[in-house]
C-alpha cells in the first residue's frame, strides 16, 4: 500500500519513471532512484520475517506434491484404459484377422496394412523403374485400412464418407439456377447411409428416448401396495449392476455378494432369474455393438479371479457372458445356499441352457422342461415366465424387476392378450425409483394398449433404427389419432401391405397424409421446411427413401413377430437375411441393411452435375468450367482435384 500511494503514485507523474522511455530526464529519476526501491525492497522482506533461503527452490518442479499427485492420476487413467483394452500381448485372446485392440473391430478380408512396408517398398521398385519417364504417373493407393469398412459414396475413384456432402452440393446447385428436378433428386438418400436412421459413423440410431415411452403410459403406485409379492421375475442383467461390486475383491467375492441379493428375495416369495443369451448372428449385434464401446478385452474369469472394474466388465458381452455363468453354475451347485434359502420358497434359474433349473426344499434341484424356451432376449423369457405364474395361480401377486422398456411394453401387450387377473407390478432394481401396476396401465390405455407393441417396435428398438426428430411422445400421439399397425408382426400378410401399413403411420408422425411412398413424405416434409425458414433442413431431418424405410420395416416386422409369438415355447423360424439384415462372417454378426443392393444413393445427373471435368494447364481458370461459371467452389470429384485448379471461387 505505501509502493502504491507513494512511489507507483508519483511514478505516474510528469518525469516519473512508469513506462517505456529513454527520456534523459526519466532514465536520471530512475538511476537516482534505484537506491531507493532497494531499500525498499529490503525493508519489506525484515517486515515479513520471512527467511531468505527459504526461497531458494532445491527441487525439481517435477517433485512437487501436486505434480506428483497429477502424474499418479494419469498412470491410473493410462492403466485403466488398458485395462479395457485387447492385451497385444496375450496371442491366445486374439481373433483371427487384424483386429483393433481398442475398439475391437476386426478388419475385412481386404484390409492389409499390416503389410504396408512390404506393399510400399514393391511400389518403389516400380516407380524406379520407370524413371524419368513416370515421375508425373500417379501412385495409386494399394493399403488398405480399418476404414475401409465405413459406409460411403464411390464417385468416380473416390470414396466419400461425409454424409452432407453431396446434399449441400445439391442446394449449392439448386440456388445456382441449375436445372435439377428435386423430386428425383430427394427420391435419393444423397449420402454413403440413410441419415434419418444411421449416425455419421454408419451406425444405426438406437433409441434413446424408449423410457419417454414408459413415463407417459405408467400408472404409478406406492411403495405399500407394491409390498406383499408372492412371485418376483429378476431381469439378472439389470441386478448385475446393483449388487455392490466389491473394489480389488474377487469374482468369488461378487458373487457372494449376488447370492446375498437373491437370498434375501428367497425368504419372502418365489425368486425366478433371468440371464440373457449370447447367439452368433443375432439381431441384438449392433445394439450390444454399441454398448461395448471402447472396451475390447476378453478376461477369462474364474472363481479366484481377481474382479476387474464393473463398467470394464459388464460392458463387454463376452466377459459378461462368463460372469453370468459362474453366477449360474454357483446358484445351482451351492447346497448350503439351497439349504439356509429354499426350505419355502423356490428359485428357478434361466442360464445359457434352454431349461431353466428349479431349486426348492432346501436343495431339491430340477429341470424345468416345460419352461425350456430357445429365446435369446430375457426380455421375451421375461414375459414368457409371467404369464406361466399367472397361469399356476391366478391368485398370485407378481412383481417384475426390471428397467428396460421392452420389458414394459410386452407386460402389457400380454396382460392384455391373456387377460391376466393377477396383480403384476414393475419396479426398478434400484430402490427408491417408481413401481409400476402393469393391469391399472392397461385399463387406462385400452383404446391403444394392442397398437403399443408394433408401435414401439417400429419407431426404435434395440434392434430396429429410430427416425432422427421422431420421438416416442409423437409416436403415441400418432396412435391415439387412430393410425392402426395391426398387420406389424402379424403373421400371414403380405410384406408389402405391412410396408404401406407402416408407411402411413410414419408419415403421420412427420405430421404429412395421404402419401403413398416414404419418398413422397420426404418430398413433402423438404417443402414445408424450406418454405417455413430461409435455411435449408439437414438431411437427418428429413424422413428416409422409399428403399431404406422398406429394410427398417422389415426389421421391425421381424422384431414385432419375435414379440407376438412368446406365448409359444421358442420363437419362430424367420431367416433374418430376408428381414433387412446381413450376415456379417468375420464378427458373426449381423448388420443392418441401410439400402437394397444397385440403389443409387445419388442421381447420376447430380453427379455429372458437380463436377467439371477441366484438364487444362491452368483448369478452371474460364467460365468455360462448369463449376467457374456457376461461381461455386470446385470439390473433390472434379477432374482438376490436386492438379492445380484455377478456379477463383476455391
Keep these: 500500500m505505501m509502493i502504491e500511494t507513494t512511489f507507483m503514485r508519483y511514478g505516474h507523474a510528469p518525469g516519473g519513471i512508469v513506462g ?43 517433485e512437487a506434491k501436486a505434480r506428483i499427485a497429477e502424474d499418479k492420476k494419469d498412470r491410473d487413467g493410462i492403466r485403466q484404459k488398458l485395462d479395457t483394452c485387447i492385451d497385444p500381448l496375450d496371442s491366445a485372446a486374439h481373433p483371427s484377422g487384424i483386429v483393433n485392440v481398442v475398439s475391437g473391430q476386426i478388419g ?27 515421375l508425373y504417373e500417379t501412385i495409386t493407393k494399394k493399403v488398405v485400412t480399418m476404414d475401409h469398412a465405413r459406409k460411403h459414396v464411390k464417385v468416380g475413384a473416390v470414396k466419400v464418407f461425409d454424409t452432407n456432402l453431396i446434399y449441400s452440393r445439391v442446394i449449392g446447385l439448386q440456388a445456382s439456377g441449375r436445372d435439377i428436378d428435386i423430386k428425383d433428386v430427394l427420391g435419393h438418400e444423397l449420402a454413403p447411409v440413410p441419415t434419418s436412421m444411421f449416425d455419421d459413423t454408419g451406425d444405426m440410431r438406437i433409441a434413446k ?32 449392476w446393483v449388487v455392490p461390486w466389491p473394489a480389488d475383491g474377487t469374482v468369488k467375492d461378487y458373487m457372494a455378494n449376488f447370492k446375498y441379493a437373491i437370498g434375501k428375495r428367497l425368504r419372502v416369495e418365489d425368486v425366478y432369474l433371468i440371464f440373457d443369451r449370447y447367439y452368433d448372428y443375432s439381431t441384438k449385434s449392433v445394439t450390444r455393438g454399441s454398448r461395448a464401446t471402447g472396451v475390447s478385452r476378453v478376461h477369462h474369469l474364474q472363481v479366484n479371479s481377481k474382479l476387474p472394474a464393473q463398467k470394464i466388465l459388464l460392458a463387454s458381452s463376452k ?96 396382460h392384455h392378450m391373456a387377460n391376466l387377473k393377477n396383480v403384476v407390478l414393475m419396479e426398478s432394481p434400484i430402490k427408491g425409483r417408481t413401481v409400476v401396476d402393469i393391469g391399472k396401465t392397461v385399463q387406462k390405455h385400452s383404446e391403444i394398449v394392442e397398437g403399443i407393441l408394433p408401435a414401439h417396435a417400429l419407431s426404435g428398438c434395440d434392434t430396429v433404427a429410430s427416425y432422427f426428430g421422431i420421438g416416442k411422445a409423437t409416436v403415441l400421439k400418432t396412435l391415439r389419432s387412430g393410425h392402426s399397425l395391426n398387420l406389424l408382426g402379424a403373421p400371414g400378410h ?83 437375411t430376408e428381414y433387412g439384415w446381413v450376415k456379417d462372417d468375420q464378427n458373426k454378426s449381423l448388420q443392418p441393411v441401410t439400402l437394397p443392393d444397385k440403389v443409387e444413393l445419388a442421381p447420376e445427373m447430380v453427379l455429372r452435375l458437380i463436377k467439371c471435368g477441366c484438364h487444362s494447364t491452368t483448369p478452371c481458370s474460364s467460365r468455360a468450367c462448369s463449376c467457374n461459371s456457376a461461381n461455386m467452389k470446385c470439390t473433390i470429384f472434379c477432374a482438376c482435384y490436386n492438379q492445380g485448379c484455377c478456379n477463383p471461387t476455391s
Design 20 to 62: 517505456i522511455t529513454l527520456k534523459p530526464e526519466t532514465l536520471e529519476v530512475w538511476a537516482l532512484s534505484l537506491h531507493a526501491c532497494s531499500r525498499l525492497e529490503s525493508d519489506l522482506d525484515d517486515m515479513t520475517d520471512e527467511d531468505t533461503q527459504s526461497k531458494v527452490v532445491t527441487t525439481h518442479k517435477e
Design 108 to 134: 475385412s478380408t481386404e484390409v492389409n496394412v499390416h503389410n504396408a512396408v512390404t506393399i510400399g517398398t514393391e511400389q518403389m521398385k516400380v516407380f524406379e523403374s520407370r524413371l524419368p519417364e513416370g
Design 209 to 240: 428416448s424408449k423410457s419417454t415411452l414408459k413415463k407417459i403410459l405408467q400408472v404409478e403406485v406406492s411403495d405399500r401396495v407394491a409390498g406383499g409379492a408372492n412371485v418376483s421375475v429378476l431381469d439378472g442383467s439389470a441386478i448385475l
Design 319 to 414: 466377459n459378461k457372458k462368463q460372469l453370468m455363468q459362474l453366477i449360474v453354475d454357483d446358484l445351482v451347485q451351492d447346497k448350503k445356499f439351497h439349504e439356509d434359502n429354499t426350505r419355502h420358497h423356490k428359485l428357478v434359474v434361466t442360464g445359457a441352457d434352454p431349461v431353466p433349473i428349479e431349486i426348492s426344499e432346501g436343495g431339491v434341484v430340477i429341470s424345468r422342461a416345460d419352461l425350456a424356451t430357445s429365446h435369446e432376449e430375457a426380455d421375451n423369457v421375461i414375459a414368457q415366465q409371467v404369464l406361466s405364474c399367472a397361469a399356476e395361480n391366478a391368485e398370485s401377486k407378481i412383481t417384475v424387476v426390471a428397467d428396460d422398456t421392452d420389458v414394459f411394453v410386452l407386460l402389457l401387450h400380454y
Design 494 to 576: 403380405s410384406m408389402k401391405s405391412v410396408i404401406q401399413q407402416a408407411t402411413s403411420f410414419i408419415s403421420a408422425c412427420y405430421g404429412q397424409t395421404n402419401c403413398s411412398t416414404m419418398s413422397e413424405t420426404r418430398l413433402k416434409v423438404w417443402l414445408s421446411k424450406t418454405g417455413k425458414g430461409s435455411s435449408t433442413p439437414k438431411l437427418c431431418t428429413l424422413p428416409p427413401t422409399t428403399e431404406a424405410f422398406k429394410e427398417n420395416v422389415k426389421r421391425a416386422h421381424h422384431q414385432a413377430l419375435v414379440w407376438q409369438s412368446l406365448e409359444a415355447q421358442n420363437p419362430p423360424e424367420l431367416d433374418s
